[in-house]
């Protein structure tokens, strides 16, 4: 069986370029996004330019405006980058199928089998790397056997080792201060201007099959993907490329910086398997309507949500799905979003029953300087049949426009939901045990059915029940003739009991450490009609308690 063949894909300058992606790479301007971490701003990613001012990932922003004034700034959007993380691995699964995301910025492609369809690893490589380079980003690539060595040779391979010495080395001296001296230098020898290096500069690490051993040797030991705590600690003892760690005792290693380190060592250099999780290939349900002007008034949006929602609904049924929560997405000129989204009681792919929500919703969209783009999509489904043949979808497709008997409430809960949400409506259920306050359990009514049978009570239950609440009276288990409760003064006029309930033995209720109770129906003197409780005493004290009333 061949070995193999894994490929990693490192974008250094995903986050900037993401962002200058959609300025058409129109920005000559040094350009850098910056990560806010409470305390103060870094830099998390940078461009060509700001790289060449001599900015770092990680450099203080008010640093890095010192030496750059000219600097440009976007702060960092976490889920935008994932999200377009995401739509690159959709994209380069028409290289490879098996296509893993490593956050934040790199991925990682099984090509066991598919490099002979692009004539070889070379143009394979070759390949990714010109249609990378069209969608204007910088990439690095490494070619191994193990995920491991991939992604240590797209990061590491051709940089020397660091060694660690003191601060008085001249080339431990700031890069920005070098930078700037040699650029002082340069022009007072009256040379021309320093050329830039080019921004999507393509480099192949390919590893031979069979050859990851010898070929991770040089390389650095940040390259085991661990801590820099424990990448100092290791230059410190000497110990700074692959090999140096490779030919040591597993056991001295795991004793002196830990099981981690050497299982690093180990999957990197194969010994130990490291399997790859390809991205899910999720069901995808949106359209989306690009209008030649901008729209501002409620009824260009209402026509638009008659063009899109039946679209949406088309695409639904064509996988057998329903939308539970649809989201409606306005795109303004001024390059903002306004998302409104609403949930279904129940499933469905019928515009009838979708439209009426995302009206109720259209006094939260704001038009300011106009929507250009509005873009509808079922961020939840469910499965409204199983797929089969076409004259069973189409049997069960003419039983589906059959009415429900629940129809009618389901859309109840759906339009209070969109007022409230669908999380504060809620129904009972029955619930096997034969403590009073548990034998029924809440649910939210648009996840759930109503109860078919509710089953009959060996004994009459209060109408109204809540947490016990103690009751002024002789603690004794005889029924008391007075009692005080809630700063009122009853008297009991008839009873009917006692009823003995003991607690769950088998759990730990902190409620029933009271122990066993004897429940009495009280009528008062006052119209009152109670639940109380005598409760014997365990780890708590004995004594009278009212539970619930009657009416």
């Not at 992606?21 to 129109?26: A, G, V």
């Not at 410190?236 to 299982?263: H, M, N, W």
């Amino acid at each position: 069986m061949p070995n193999r063949r894994i490929v990693s894909i490192w974008f250094p300058r995903f986050g900037a370029e993401r962002l200058l992606r959609t300025y058409r790479q129109t920005i000559d301007h040094p350009f850098a996004v910056v990560e806010d971490l409470g305390q103060m701003q870094v830099l998390s990613s940078l461009s060509v330019c700001a790289s060449q001012e001599g900015l770092q990932i990680g450099q203080p922003l008010r640093d890095a405006q010192a030496m750059c004034p000219s600097l440009m700034t976007r702060l960092r959007n976490k889920q935008a980058e994932e999200l377009f993380l995401c739509v690159l691995a959709r994209w380069v699964g028409k290289f490879s199928p098996w296509v893993a995301v490593e956050k934040p910025d790199s991925l990682l492609l099984d090509i066991t089998g598919c490099t002979h369809l692009f004539g070889g690893e070379e143009a394979f490589l070759h390949e990714v790397q010109s249609d990378v380079y069209d969608l204007g980003l910088t990439i690095y690539t490494g070619l191994a056997d193990t995920p491991g060595a991939a992604w240590a040779l797209a990061r590491y391979a051709g940089q020397a080792t660091q060694s660690h010495r003191s601060g008085d080395a001249i080339d431990q001296e700031a890069r920005a201060t070098r930078s700037r001296a040699a650029k002082r230098r340069h022009w007072e020898r009256g040379g021309s201007a320093p050329q830039r290096s080019n921004l999507h500069q393509k480099i192949q690490n390919i590893t031979p099959p069979g050859k990851t051993h010898s070929a991770s040797q040089p390389l650095p030991v940040a390259a085991l993907r661990i801590d820099q705590t424990l990448v100092d600690g290791l230059n410190r003892l000497g110990l700074r490329r692959i090999g140096d760690l490779s030919s040591q005792p597993r056991t001295s290693l795991a004793r002196r910086f830990g099981k981690g380190l050497v299982e690093q060592l180990d999957k990197a250099l194969g010994s130990l398997p490291e399997p790859i999780s390809p991205l899910q290939q999720i069901p995808h349900f949106g359209v989306r309507l690009s209008l030649p002007e901008p729209i501002g008034l409620i009824g260009d949006i209402i026509g638009a949500i008659d063009r899109l929602l039946p679209r949406l609904c088309i695409h639904l049924r064509s996988q057998s799905q329903g939308a539970r929560r649809v989201r409606l997405q306005c795109f303004h000129t001024d390059d903002t979003v306004t998302n409104v989204e609403v949930g279904l009681a129940r499933a469905s792919d019928s515009p009838d029953r979708i439209r009426p929500l995302l009206l109720m919703k259209l006094d939260d969209i704001k038009a300011g300087f106009g929507i250009d783009v509005l873009r509808l999509e079922a961020t939840g489904t469910e499965a409204l049949h199983q797929s089969g043949p076409k004259e069973q979808l189409a049997l069960q497709s003419d039983l589906q426009k059959t009415p429900s008997p629940t129809e009618g409430l389901e859309d109840l809960i759906g339009k209070l939901g969109g007022r409230i949400g669908l999380e504060n409506i809620t129904r009972y259920h029955p619930a096997n045990s034969h403590i009073p306050e548990k034998t029924f359990q809440t649910l939210a009514a648009a996840w759930s059915e109503a109860a078919a049978n509710w089953p009959e009570a060996s004994q009459r239950r209060p109408v109204l029940l809540w947490r016990p609440e103690p009751v002024k009276a002789p603690e004794i288990r005889l029924l008391p003739r007075e009692f005080q409760w809630r700063g009122r003064k009853l008297r009991t006029r008839t009873a009917q009991g006692p009823e003995r309930i003991a607690p769950e033995w088998w759990l730990d209720d902190s409620n029933w450490r009271s122990g066993v109770r004897d429940y009495w129906q009280v009528t008062c003197e006052e119209g009152d009609l109670l639940w109380l409780f005598y409760a014997h005493g365990a780890t708590m004290s004995a004594g009278w308690f009212c539970q619930g009333s009657f009416t």
